[in-house]
């Protein structure tokens, strides 16, 4: 089956870090990404991993390792503006190197206090 | 550059309508993805279009169809609701392998 698993809610205080987990089994594999949404709105990209290792983007950086089908997002210098849901979604397929079917995990909700 | 745009934002419906919910990509994106959210999950893969073409489908009942216009705009037709087909609609549009451009959806509300 296919399947992505991580943490429902995660707490942390303005200005610290946190990791947001997440591990999955799908039946097709071409890369690991993450969303962010606030409430209602539209997800935004944030970061991709097609290959095993550390993608840094600022404040945010993402890791992969497909050996153990896991990989994280890890959030530095925590602003109260980060609180909002993070998913980690897994692209099953690629069509003509345009897009194509991502997985999603069911989002963690970070909410950031002062 | 205007991002992806979908109409309506917002919508309410009857058991047994049928719907049709619309979206524009970015200029110059030719794949347009469906994806359904319900309350407290994570997005749903309902359809990709791709030159006009269906290029993949999600595990979602015939009662769900789309297409793609020649200027790559869609639609998404949902028949016979169910109260169950209550979730905010998002449509996406890539141009490159990596990432998909969300527009803000459509919210369905099926009474």
């Known amino acids: 089956g296919q399947s992505l698993e991580q943490p429902s809610e995660v707490t942390a205080v303005e200005g610290a870090i946190v990791q947001i987990n997440c591990t999955y089994q799908?039946?097709?594999?071409?890369?690991l990404s993450w969303y962010q949404q606030h409430d209602g709105g539209a997800p935004t990209f944030l970061s991709y991993?097609?290959?095993?290792g550390l993608e840094e983007t600022g404040r945010f950086s993402s890791f992969l390792s497909r050996s153990d089908s896991y990989g994280y997002l890890l959030l530095q210098e925590l602003q109260m503006k980060d609180s909002a849901s993070y998913f980690c979604?897994?692209?099953?397929?690629?069509?003509?190197?345009?897009?194509?079917?991502?997985?999603f995990g069911q989002g963690t909700e970070l909410s950031v206090k002062p | 550059d205007a991002g992806v745009t979908q109409s309506p934002t917002h919508l309410i419906k009857t058991r047994g309508q049928h719907v049709t919910l619309r979206c524009s990509p970015i200029?110059?994106?030719?794949?347009v993805s469906w994806y359904q959210q319900v309350l407290g999950q994570g997005p749903q893969f309902i359809f990709q279009?791709?030159?006009?073409?269906?290029?993949g489908r999600g595990n979602f009942p015939d009662r769900f169809s789309a297409r793609q216009f020649p200027n790559y705009s869609s639609e998404l037709n949902v028949n016979a609701l169910l109260l169950g087909d209550s979730a905010l609609y998002l449509c996406?549009?890539?141009?490159?392998?990596?990432?998909?451009?969300f527009g803000p959806g459509t919210r369905l509300t099926v009474l």
């Open positions: 996406a549009s890539s141009i490159q392998r990596n990432e998909q451009f």
């Open positions: 799908t039946s097709g594999f071409y890369g």
């Open positions: 991993n097609g290959l095993d």
């Open positions: 979604a897994v692209r099953e397929y690629m069509i003509y190197n345009q897009g194509g079917k991502l997985i």
């Open positions: 200029s110059g994106h030719k794949s």
């Open positions: 279009y791709y030159e006009k073409e269906e290029r």
